[in-house]
């Protein structure tokens, strides 16, 4: 079973709509988890931490289940700039500290 | 915030050539930095770890004599793909932890997107 698994998607979405992706882990003892967002072509930048009471920035909002080993990220209102790819990564696991998903590739459109 | 800068974002080489990627931390001392492989479609692969003023740390699978890492300064890791081939092309990226520990932010790179003829 691969470490961090994602729905590589894509998931085509219409303007201002609500999307959610979840991401699922296999090591129950990680303890932190993010979401970076990789526009094409482009390095991965940090989206938002994802905390044991969930959190909220914007229309972005992350939520982690610990009993069933998975996080999620929805996404409120999407622009046609939300376009990218979503990564899930687990901290633990690697040199780096971070194990990475595939990702999720998501396509808002017009 | 912290900032890495990579150089060059592109590149395409002869096959046998050799080319080098430079990555730097502009406003921040690392002593660790992070080398990375991304094929299309696919997860970032770590391929090593360079650690200032000593060699690097790769992971299984990668060819350490192919794929040359110099951490020179604290600020600067060089990446060096020796007698390149085609399968060599691929997005390269580094990145850097501003801090001490796992828990500090990483921060990447721009990428370096290598095509090899």
């Known amino acids: 079973r691969k470490e961090v698994e994602q729905d590589p998607g894509p998931f085509n979405v219409p303007e201002g709509a609500t999307v959610a992706f979840n991401c699922t882990y296999s090591n129950s003892a990680s303890q932190s988890f993010f979401w970076y967002r990789q526009d094409c072509r482009k390095e991965p930048k940090l989206l938002m931490s994802v905390y044991s009471s969930g959190n909220e920035d914007g229309r972005f909002t992350a939520q982690l289940n610990r009993a069933s080993q998975y996080i999620s990220l929805l996404i409120r209102d999407s622009k046609l700039s939300d376009s990218a790819t979503y990564l899930c990564?687990?901290?633990?696991?690697?040199?780096?500290?971070?194990?990475f998903g595939k990702g999720t590739h998501l396509i808002i459109q017009p | 915030g912290a900032v890495v800068s990579q150089h060059p974002s592109r590149v395409i080489c002869k096959s046998g050539t050799s080319v080098k990627i430079e990555c730097r931390s502009l406003d921040f001392q690392a002593t660790t930095m992070f080398w990375y492989r991304q094929f299309p479609k696919k997860s970032l692969m770590l391929m090593a770890t360079?650690?200032?003023?000593?060699?690097?740390?790769?992971e299984q699978g990668v060819e350490k004599d192919k794929f040359l890492i110099n951490h020179a300064s604290l600020t600067l890791s060089t990446l060096t793909v020796t007698s390149a081939h085609p399968e060599d092309s691929s997005f390269y990226i580094c990145?850097?932890?501003?801090?001490?520990?796992?828990?500090?932010?990483?921060?990447f790179g721009e990428g370096s997107r290598l095509t090899v003829l």
């Open positions: 360079s650690n200032e003023g000593s060699k690097a740390t790769y």
């Open positions: 990564v687990v901290l633990g696991g690697g040199a780096d500290g971070l194990t």
């Open positions: 990145s850097a932890r501003d801090g001490l520990g796992a828990s500090g932010e990483l921060f």
